[in-house]
């Protein structure tokens, strides 16, 4: 699933700097690998086959969230104990064996360089030192607001 965040993608909750530093970057691809992950386990231990319905069950997660997160239809946030419930429940031990997060590859190569640059320099990228200066100020400007309620 190809994401490409816009202000819509956002919950009312999600203050500006959130909003302004996700917005910075190009659409990512974020795929879950659930449903490969279900075709290699197969078999229960009973010889049932192990399936969408098998993973809920042994989760707790909604047969329809079992569904989305299978066929990568999923809202742009992840429930986070629906993920390690999921990588208990399927003996997962690192999180790229079930999410798998790919960059444009114009991006991937400019977050290389500037990633490589700021641990050789000690420095961080001007366009990183851009986004925070409009974060603060960002926060600096909701704070103001909500101490004014």
Known sequence: ????????????????????????????????????????????????????????????IRKGDISKYCNNKFRPTINLSHLFAMMIALRVSDISEILEVRLPSE???????QSAEWKQEGTMPSELNRLLKQNIKLITEENRERQQR
């Open 1 to 60: 699933m190809t994401i490409k965040f816009t202000e819509d993608s956002f919950s009312d909750k999600t203050n500006s700097a959130i909003k302004n530093t996700v917005l910075s970057a190009d659409s990512m691809e974020l795929r879950f690998k659930v449903n490969q992950l279900i075709a290699e386990r197969r078999r229960t231990t009973d010889g049932r086959e192990f399936t969408q319905s098998t993973l809920a069950e042994l989760t707790g």
């Open 107 to 113: 991006e991937k190569t400019k977050f290389i360089k």
